[in-house]
């Protein structure tokens, strides 16, 4: 299956702090999907991005699918984006494989 | 959690007993799937049906089983309860769009099990 690697694996930023997550990739993938797992456990879905840019207010990713990779960019970070990350690729066999996921904490 | 529902929320189990996790959707998408989640890791794939009567194994199927008996519900099952699947379990939705699967996956709740 598709290996997944994502970077940092724990990031701690000031509140008002610019932050760049990475998803590296092994093989050639139809999506991708980024996550938020907030404290209480929930997965809420931030990208379906197979490709390209997309943006959502202070969010936004960008996956270059030939390079095999993916960023998400948190702007001006609030206590609340605090969690774990994850992405999420999809190969051709429908495996959806998830990274060990970047764990962030914004302080006040 | 966009429609997706998970029973029980939280079980404690010991050893060797035997319980059904329940999923169920209140839409009408194809494909459903469980994952499970051990502590500092990502999902791993436990089995998926992409339509109603069809299941396959995903990455970690060992000591599970799964019905599909209806389009809305998607049930997993652990015949002899080991420590080892001490995890939380997500069920997943694949958004459907006019018929057309999308890749785009929702995630319920979660269940919390702990096998002592």
């Known amino acids: 299956g598709i290996q997944v690697e994502q970077s940092p694996p724990d990031l701690i930023l000031q509140e008002g702090a610019n932050s760049t997550l990475r998803c590296n990739f092994s093989?050639?993938?139809?999506?991708l999907q980024w996550f938020h797992q907030n404290p209480w456990g929930q997965l809420i879905n931030l990208f379906y991005i197979p490709s390209g840019t997309k943006q959502n207010g202070r969010l936004s990713a960008t996956t270059v699918a030939t390079e095999r990779y993916s960023l998400l960019y948190i702007s001006s970070s609030q206590t609340t984006d605090s969690g774990v990350y994850f992405c999420?690729?999809?190969?051709?066999?429908?495996?959806?494989?998830f990274g060990a996921g970047t764990r962030l904490t914004v302080k006040p | 959690n966009a429609g997706v529902t998970q029973t029980p929320k939280f079980q404690v189990l010991k050893t060797g007993q035997s319980m059904t996790l329940q999923c169920a959707q209140d839409m009408n998408h194809n494909s459903m799937y469980w994952y499970r989640q051990d502590p500092g890791m990502g999902l791993r794939l436990i089995y998926y049906s992409a339509s109603e009567g069809t299941t396959d194994k995903g990455e970690v199927p060992n000591g599970y089983n799964v019905s599909r008996l209806n389009k809305r519900e998607f049930s997993l099952r652990l015949e002899s309860a080991a420590p080892s699947q001490t995890s939380v379990y997500f069920c997943?939705?694949?958004?459907?769009?006019?018929?057309?699967?999308?890749?785009?996956?929702?995630f319920g709740e979660g269940s919390r099990l702990t096998v002592l």
């Open positions: 093989d050639s993938v139809n999506n």
């Open positions: 999420a690729p999809r190969g051709d066999n429908n495996d959806m494989r």
């Open positions: 997943a939705i694949e958004l459907d769009r006019q018929g057309a699967y999308t890749g785009e996956l929702f």
